[in-house]
């Protein structure tokens, strides 16, 4: 999540942004569940997957979609163990019998992130969230993918569709500060930390970031 500035301030700077991408980190490996029961892709509209995700054959069989469910279960189980490469082996394993699956690709995403292989998350990110339209936690998953890219302006685009999507998750509105913090969008900042205070009174990100900001 470093990104390149010239020396001089540069002890400032991090004083600034350290506390951001700590912050940001704690989302990505606390915040997001493997394990997401609402989202289940729309066989229907098949056009909606990316293009690199798209299989070879129009439909995806009744006995790939049931195969590709066992091993994502499999690597869901996995990756709450800790143990992220074998859950990886499992995400594509599902993703390769059943490109639709969204739980497979968000699931996929949450270790890539956890890799620092943000394009990879996003693309997967992506994909799920083109799956479930206005789903959060595709959105919110590839807002900090973005952020920790530089690409602010796309996380903020992500996190106020969150936001409206589901205006009582906290998480969102803390991220959504710290991406229009970045921004230099100080007003929006605040608001949006003050919303993340207000929902969830502990949140040290948030209340720390309401400080920096001064609201």
């Not at 020396?7 to 942004?17: E, K, N, P, S, V």
């Not at 936001?163 to 991406?179: C, F, I, K, L, M």
Request: hydrophobic share 40%; proline share 6%.
């Amino acid at each position: 999540m470093a990104f390149p500035f010239p020396q001089r301030g540069l002890a400032r700077l991090r004083q600034i942004w350290q506390p951001l991408a700590l912050a940001l980190m704690g989302i990505t490996l606390c915040g997001c569940s493997f394990d997401l029961g609402s989202l289940t892709p729309e066989k229907d509209k098949p056009q909606e997957a990316p293009k690199a995700a798209a299989p070879a054959e129009s439909a995806v069989s009744a006995g790939n979609v049931a195969e590709a469910q066992a091993h994502t279960a499999k690597a869901q189980s996995l990756a709450k163990s800790g143990e992220t490469a074998a859950a990886l082996d499992e995400f594509n394993r599902a993703v390769g019998l059943d490109p639709y699956n969204a739980q497979a690709l968000y699931g996929r995403a949450l270790i890539y992130q956890g890799n620092n292989q943000h394009d990879f998350a996003v693309a997967d990110f992506s994909a799920a969230s083109g799956l479930n339209p206005q789903k959060v936690e595709p959105l919110l998953g590839r807002a900090i993918s973005y952020l920790a890219l530089g690409k602010v302006k796309e996380a903020t685009a992500d996190l106020d569709e969150a936001s409206e999507a589901d205006p009582h998750n906290a998480q969102v509105w803390t991220t959504r500060g710290q991406a229009y913090e970045r921004l230099g969008d100080r007003a929006k900042a605040a608001a949006s930390y003050t919303r993340a205070v207000s929902l969830r009174p502990r949140d040290d990100a948030a209340r720390s970031g309401l400080a920096r900001v001064g609201g």
